[in-house]
Every structure is written in structure tokens, then in C-alpha cells.
């Protein structure tokens, strides 16, 4: 992103003029939900600040007015990165949206241990790792809100889907814990767990998709970023530490 006039802050760092009123961190942002959310972050007025492994996500940035940061969750040094470019561009962290390519789906008893491993760095602590970074602006700022896309079958664990069953249950758990020890600071954090999210029938191909959706179709990434964006607004400022299925009531647990 060319910027095209800055003014130091006094930690050193430079902040673009015209600071934005709200900025918004997404992750896993090149395509999918986490292209979806940021698009309609930027289009209700945040600044997006994107990250990828793909150089696609300069395109996006580029073209949501925003900056981008290529790299993986996976990777500590990676998300210091993206926080520094964050705030170095613009000086504060609203909201961050924390989601997550689609983890491998192999026999459960076939997962070697560093496949387990390298699930647990990429699903689990690139949260814990991530609010360890953005915490400390969050509450000199008066506040801040954390969405964590999840899935629907994180409560009720698929041997098609090994990893949400274990690594995102575990992540809703870090979650509750989170939002009950910074709610005093005013910062939120949320689960989102939806059932199939597409913009097309043939992205799910090798999928087990039913035949009974509510609507014939799943859920589109624009439709699906509405309801990140609602928990995000001060619309939802009471909702925190919870997980909100986005499941058309397929899951069976409460």
C-alpha cells in the first residue's frame, strides 16, 4: 500500500495521516471467509490489515484500501510482523478476526505427531501467540473485540474432521478463558462456528454436503462475514466468551 503521508508516533513508529476511526486485523485473508470478512469490514468502514501465505493478498489490500502482510499463523515471528505493520501504519487494533485455512482430513490414527504438532501451532496458539501481541494496545485503547472462526463440528467431533473435534475445541475453551480475564478491559472475544460456507456447490467438492440445506445452498463467504461483523459492533457488546453455531441446527448438541 503507498502511503502517501505519515507523521511519527512517539514510540517511533509511523502512522499514515487521516488515522482511521477502527482498524481491523484478518487473518487467512486471500480468499474463502477470511477474504469475505475483510471485504465487509472494509466496506462498513474499518481499515483492514490483511495477512496470507499467498502474494495474493497484496492484491487485496490493495484493492480494499488497506495493507497486507505475507505470511503464516503458523509462525511467531510472522504475527509480530503483522502487528508491527499494523501499528506502525496506523497506530491501533479494534478488532482482529482469527481464521484458518482448512486443516488436512486424514485416519485419525495415520496423524504423525508433527502433523499434530504443526495443527496445534496453526489452530491453537497462533490465537494464544496473536492476543499476547495485540492485548497490550487493545487495553490502552479502552477496548477491543476478538472473533475466532471456528466450525460446527468443534462440540461434536467427526472422524472426517479430526482436527476441529480436538485443536478448535481446545480454542473455544482458550476463548472462554480469555473473554472472563479481560472483560474488565472491555475486550471481547467470540467463537463463530459455521457448517459449510461457499460461494458454490463445486468448492465443496469431496465434501459430505446434505441434500436438505435450508436454503439449497450453503451460506456464502459475504453472508457468512455479516454475522462476524455484527459480533464485532457495538451491536454485540454484551456477547463474549461464547461460540455462536452458524449451522442451520445440524449440530445435535445444545
Not at 504438532?117 to 496473536?130: A, N, W
Not at 499476547?132 to 477491543?144: A, E, F, I, K, N
Not at 440445506?213 to 457468512?224: C, D, I, N, Q, S
Request: charged share 20%; glycine share 8%.
Amino acid at each position: 500500500m503507498m502511503l502517501s503521508k505519515v507523521f511519527s508516533l512517539e514510540s517511533g513508529g509511523m502512522v499514515m495521516a487521516g488515522t482511521p476511526k477502527k482498524v481491523a486485523i484478518v487473518t487467512a485473508a486471500s480468499r474463502g471467509i477470511g477474504a469475505g470478512c475483510a471485504r465487509e469490514l472494509a466496506a462498513q468502514g474499518y481499515a483492514v490489515s490483511l495477512m496470507a501465505r499467498s502474494p495474493s493478498i497484496n492484491d487485496l489490500a490493495q484493492a480494499l484500501g488497506g495493507i497486507a502482510t505475507q505470511g503464516s499463523m503458523a509462525d511467531p515471528q510472522d504475527l509480530q510482523t503483522l502487528v508491527n505493520h499494523t501499528l506502525n501504519t496506523w497506530g491501533r487494533i479494534d478488532a482482529v478476526v482469527n481464521s484458518f485455512g482448512d486443516p488436512p482430513r486424514p485416519d485419525l490414527l495415520s496423524i504423525s505427531d508433527t502433523l499434530w504438532l504443526d495443527q496445534f501451532d496453526l489452530l491453537f496458539l497462533s490465537v494464544v501467540r496473536l492476543m499476547r501481541l495485540v492485548t497490550p494496545t487493545m487495553q490502552r485503547q479502552g477496548g477491543g473485540v476478538v472473533v475466532n472462526i471456528s466450525a460446527s463440528d468443534s462440540r461434536e467431533p467427526s472422524l472426517g474432521t479430526p482436527f476441529s473435534g480436538t485443536l478448535r475445541a481446545a480454542m473455544e475453551g482458550f476463548s472462554k478463558l480469555y473473554a472472563k480475564r479481560y472483560r474488565s478491559d472491555r475486550i471481547r472475544m467470540i467463537c463463530v462456528a459455521p457448517f459449510f460456507v461457499a460461494d458454490s456447490l463445486a468448492e465443496l467438492d469431496g465434501w459430505e454436503v446434505p441434500t436438505d440445506l435450508t436454503w439449497g445452498r450453503p451460506a456464502t463467504y459475504a453472508e457468512f462475514a455479516k454475522t462476524v461483523v455484527f459480533l464485532i459492533s457495538d451491536d454485540a457488546q454484551f456477547i463474549s466468551g461464547t461460540t455462536l453455531k452458524v449451522d442451520e441446527a445440524y449440530s445435535a448438541a445444545l
